[in-house]
């Protein structure tokens, strides 16, 4: 993490960096997955990114995203349930536009980044190679990131519904997209993980698979 360090802009001025996000909800030796929270108006500080990462949208509001080397700014227009996949980029800061809050999950990808750990990953014999769920027929699923890398899926069960997904042989993390109840749940390879049942429509879940650890 890079909040207190500083950047220079091209005019030279000194820019002291925030954190990438509002706050850490999940960290362990392979991942550390954020909250961003910005109300309407609101900006993030300058910041910078060390690793790779996953960005998952659970609440959609009209966004822009400033870069300090003077480069044109982005225009944002994400999806709730979508996700992308982005490598380290330059010091930037993002801009929440509308009236609307706009809240994500921001996965770091550390093995591929920076702060890589070096601990070595075996799997066990005989563990299925891919993931997939235990019911049998036809499951609301819509791949939204298919990269050599990471595999992001959005399933939306019906109300009163439940599914149980089981990863394959490389970690995953399971991101319930309601904001009532948004947990992030990590997998280890081969463990499963039963989406909880919702009473009413819900923007359903992220399924995120990295892949970059399958041999």
Request: aromatic share 6%.
């Amino acid at each position: 993490m890079t909040a207190g360090t500083t950047a220079l802009a091209p005019d030279g001025t000194e820019i002291v960096l925030g954190e990438i996000g509002t706050r850490v909800l999940l960290v362990n030796s392979r991942v550390r997955v954020w909250e961003v929270a910005l109300d309407g108006g609101e900006a993030q500080a300058w910041h910078l990114h060390h690793n790779p990462y996953v960005v998952l949208c659970l609440a959609t509001s009209p966004c822009h995203m400033d870069w300090l080397d003077g480069s044109p700014a982005r225009q944002l227009s994400e999806t709730v349930g979508g996700s992308v996949y982005r490598p380290v980029s330059p010091v930037h800061m993002l801009t929440n536009d509308g009236d609307d809050p706009y809240r994500n999950r921001l996965i770091e990808l550390l093995d591929l980044g920076e702060e890589a750990s070096g601990e070595p990953y075996t799997v066990a014999d005989g563990m299925p190679a891919e993931s997939a769920f235990e019911e049998v027929g036809e499951i609301p699923t819509k791949t939204v990131v298919d990269e050599p890398d990471v595999r992001v899926q959005h399933v939306t069960p019906e109300p009163g519904t439940s599914y149980t997904w089981r990863t394959g042989a490389y970690p995953s993390l399971v991101v319930d997209l309601d904001l009532a109840t948004p947990t992030v749940t990590y997998l280890n390879p081969g463990e499963s993980h039963t989406l909880p049942a919702k009473p009413t429509p819900t923007s359903g879940f992220n399924l995120v698979e990295l892949r970059y650890y399958a041999s």
